[in-house]
C-alpha cells in the first residue's frame, strides 16, 4: 500500500502546538485593506485556534490520524 501524503495545502496554513491543538491564521488580511477599520484589521492579525467541530478534517489532511 502506498504511502499517506499530507494535503500541501493544510501544511502550508496550519501548525500543531506542543499540547496537541492546531493553530490557524485569519482569513481577509491579505489586500483590499482600505476600507477595513484599523481595529478589524488589528484583530485578524493573531493566530487563532481551530475549532473543535472543524478539527478531524484538519487532521486528515494533515496525516494525524
Known sequence: MPKMKTKSSAKKRFTVT???KIKRKHAFKSHILTKKSTKR?????HAGLVDGSDMSNVKLQLCMK
Open 41 to 45: 484589521k488589528r484583530n485578524l492579525t
Open 18 to 20: 506542543g499540547s496537541g
